[in-house]
């Protein structure tokens, strides 16, 4: 776990055989799942929109981690080591600072409605992204009770087969 966390706080690409991926048994492909949607601030937006778009994104990661501790501290209880807790309490610490850095410029460079507008469509998107997933999910889901009701006999018992035909 350590390694993670050292991971991120220093903002170093590591190679796959650093990552503590195969002790923990995680698909090779990780890296590529997103778990933070909000839009990447590219070069044509202008200075506000970008410090909108990091400060959202930090927000979001900084609340996904503070979940990802709880639960840790929940299922681990108290398996972590001193080294791994303090780690993970630095890369909060500086989250946080990054998060009140980008809100105070964000604050400087002055709120409009525009603002209130980028907000609510990234809200949006999210529940639409919500819904896309649990919508999947049971489309599989019923999709799974379905195969296995059809492959389980009938389980109708003969007394109710009977009074039906009086």
């Known amino acids: 776990y350590t390694c993670m966390y050292c991971m991120c706080l220093k903002g170093a690409v590591v190679s796959r055989q650093v990552v503590p991926r195969k002790q923990e048994n995680l698909p090779e492909d990780m890296e590529s799942d997103r778990l933070v949607f909000v839009s990447h601030p590219s070069s044509q937006l202008d200075t506000k929109s970008k410090l909108l778009s990091l400060h959202t994104g930090l927000d979001k990661c900084y609340s996904l981690l503070e979940r990802a501790i709880a639960l840790e501290e929940e299922e ?4 972590e080591t001193t080294e791994y807790k303090n780690t993970r309490g630095r890369l909060k610490g500086e989250l946080l600072n990054l998060l009140k850095s980008t809100e105070g410029l964000l604050k400087a460079a002055g709120e409009t409605e525009t603002d209130n507008l980028f907000h609510l ?3 949006v998107y999210s529940v639409l992204m919500e819904v896309k997933f649990w919508s999947s999910t049971a489309i599989a889901l019923l999709r799974e009770l379905q195969a296995v009701a059809a492959k389980e ?3 109708k ?3 109710s087969t009977r009074s ?3």
């Open 121 to 123: 469509k990234l809200w």
């Open 164 to 166: 039906t035909r009086h």
């Open 157 to 159: 018992s003969k007394r």
């Open 153 to 155: 006999p009938s389980k």
């Open 76 to 79: 681990l209880d108290g398996v």
